[in-house]
């Protein structure tokens, strides 16, 4: 097994266990892989944060043709709405099952909190080994964005009982695509 398949597959396991789920798709499977999860859970409609990346993978392409309904514009309107969103994360942490936003984006924060399913799509090669090795590579960057979000699992609180909800803060699931992208 080469470092960067355990690496994807310690990143699954810690997901699993804050109840989120994994996927992993070649590039040109990718927006399939993406189009097939709002099928199979019945969402008709999202706001996607593009990027290039997402460009690139043609992931809105592929939801219209699924007949999903898609806001690329305008998100703030639509994403209270919305059943799902989709954006891209930039890193992601093995450890912790995590992924990261890095960046000025408020689109892609606002699909990450307001949809009740919410997809990040991130790169295999920028998922890292743990928390240490993610503060490294933010403490090597040459200016630290104004947002750097961690984003473990859905959304969950508890009130003084200890009575745990779900979505309150964020999306009541959460599904995170990894891109074999090297």
Do not use: W
């Amino acid at each position: 097994m080469s470092t960067t398949d355990a690496l994807y597959e310690r990143f699954k396991t810690n997901l699993a266990a804050v109840n989120g789920e994994c996927s992993l798709a070649v590039k040109a499977d990718a927006a399939k892989v993406v189009a097939d999860l709002f099928r199979e859970k019945g969402l008709k409609t999202t706001c996607v944060a593009e990027t290039d990346f997402l460009r690139e993978l043609g992931i809105v392409p592929a939801l219209k043709e699924a007949g999903i309904e898609v806001f690329t514009d305008h998100i703030r309107l639509h994403a209270e709405t919305a059943q799902g969103g989709i954006s891209e994360a930039q890193y992601g942490i093995a450890d912790l099952g995590s992924i990261l936003q890095v960046g000025d984006e408020v689109d892609a924060r606002i699909v990450a909190t307001m949809a009740e399913d919410y997809v990040g799509i991130v790169k295999e090669s920028t998922i890292v080994d743990d928390y240490d090795a993610m503060f490294d590579l933010l403490c090597g960057l040459p200016e630290l964005p104004n947002f750097v979000g961690f984003i473990t699992g859905p959304s969950r609180t508890a009130d003084i009982e200890c009575v745990s909800t779900v979505g309150v803060h964020g999306p009541l699931r959460l599904n995170i695509v990894v891109v074999q992208d090297a």
